[in-house]
């Protein structure tokens, strides 16, 4: 089974707009981490964003928020005001307990338009 | 902080022969690294976990006499590609965990192109 989902192929996002990049999660692990990488056509993987499952609050880094909602196991992620820069691939990651393995997700693909 | 470098970012080789892929954090110690393949416009396919001073562990379907790992020192772990064939052309990527972070992030390196020709 896919422990990471996204559902998103592909976004169209007008530039200064927000977009919202779905991802949900499985794992029966009570603790476990979720991050969110940026990878533009260069081919680097950027860290954007982490969120701990025993966190209170959602994460927040710059124009980049977690939407995490742990009943619904998902952590979506929000980047505010976007760029024409943001147009990259977004991948979700996991990391489950112990295991320092990251499980990726299929990535969804974001074009800023000006 | 949390860089990671990777060396070369690109290499063409001819089929047979074989291609070292260095992977470097430049500021953290990094006891675990991780080597990934991406084909394009797919996500990252985990090829093995890379311990300082241990064996690597394998991911089921990779070829461990195909794909060497060694890491020899907190801040650099290093893939053989032996008798590269085309279809080991692709992109090669590595991470490196800081385990100085709380949240143990993977930082990762820029990225190999290899072409077998």
């Known amino acids: 089974a896919q422990k990471i989902t996204q559902t998103q192929p592909g976004m169209f996002v007008q530039e200064k707009e927000a977009v919202t990049l779905d991802c949900t999660y499985d794992t029966s692990d009570p603790s476990y981490g979720l991050f969110w990488y940026k990878q533009p056509s260069s081919g680097e993987m950027i860290f954007l964003i982490y969120q701990g499952s025993y966190d209170q609050q959602n994460a927040t880094e710059g124009r980049y928020s977690l939407n995490f909602q742990k009943a619904r196991k998902s952590a979506n992620l929000v980047i505010s005001a976007s760029q024409l820069g943001d147009s990259a691939m977004y991948f979700c990651a996991m990391r489950e307990g112990p295991d320092y393995k990251l499980s990726f997700g299929a990535g969804t693909t974001v074009t800023v338009r000006a | 902080g949390a860089v990671v470098s990777q060396h070369p970012s690109w290499v063409i080789c001819k089929s047979g022969t074989s291609v070292k892929i260095e992977c470097r954090s430049l500021d953290f110690q990094a006891t675990t690294m991780f080597w990934y393949r991406q084909f394009p416009k797919q996500s990252l396919m985990l090829m093995a976990t890379s311990n300082e001073g241990s064996k690597a562990t394998y991911e089921q379907g990779v070829e461990k006499d195909k794909f060497l790992i060694n890491h020899a020192s907190l801040t650099l772990s290093t893939l053989t590609v032996t008798s590269a064939h085309p279809e080991d052309s692709s992109f090669y990527i590595c991470?490196?965990?800081?385990?100085?972070?709380?949240?143990?992030?993977?930082?990762f390196g820029p990225g190999t192109r290899l072409l077998v020709l």
């Open positions: 991470s490196a965990r800081n385990r100085d972070s709380v949240t143990e992030t993977q930082y």
